[in-house]
């Protein structure tokens, strides 16, 4: 009853500021690209969920396809990327948000935060240490007549995952590029932890 009745329920995500630090125009191409061997893989809550891979791993390749950085193939290149993007939410939340928000057609509204873990490791052959990089974003999503952010715009949840994952496959390229070859461990900067 909540899914039929949640059709009419406007729904909004807003991508968490700070995380634009990296930029195509920031990058230096190569040329050619390196080719790397790339593969992706979902998680929420650390489950996996490898129905949703596929869309991960279009994304990841479209941004690194435009960076002329890395260049995608298939086959093994010598070069490998790993990406993990866990998912953290409380399910049991966003259920519960759902629920109210379709029986009360939106007349209440909710905001729900997934958190973003992402972990990329480049692997290249003949290199013992791969570098890696961990980086962490957000998506709020706003339904019914929650209040938004008070940043950024209103996106579809597939605009504002898009983007998210752009900016995190380019804060990685823009590391990678500034560390050089060595082997390196690259960890985000953060403001908020405690």
């Not at 692997?123 to 950024?152: D, F, W």
């Amino acid at each position: 009853m909540a899914l039929v009745a949640s059709g009419c329920v406007s729904t909004n995500a807003y991508v968490e500021n700070g995380h634009d630090k990296a930029d195509f125009r920031e990058l230096k191409p190569r040329t050619p690209p390196t080719p790397v061997k790339v593969t992706a893989e979902f998680r929420v809550n650390g489950e996996p969920r490898p129905e949703v891979n596929q869309a991960v791993f279009n994304e990841i390749v479209r941004v690194l396809q435009r960076t002329q950085v890395l260049q995608p193939v298939s086959g093994n290149p010598g070069a490998s990327l790993h990406v993990i993007v866990d998912d953290t939410v409380d399910l049991d939340a966003a259920r519960h948000n759902g629920l109210v928000n379709g029986l009360t057609e939106g007349m209440t509204g909710s905001t729900t935060k997934d958190e973003y873990h992402f972990t990329y490791t480049m692997q290249t052959a003949g290199v013992e240490k791969p570098q890696t990089g961990l980086y962490r974003h957000a998506m709020i999503t706003v339904s019914g007549r929650a209040v938004p952010p008070s940043y950024g715009q209103p996106h579809s949840l597939d605009e504002a995952f898009s983007i998210i994952v752009k900016q995190s496959v380019l804060e990685f390229l823009s590391d990678l590029q500034s560390m050089g070859d060595e082997p390196v461990m690259i960890l985000p900067e953060t403001s908020d932890e405690k």
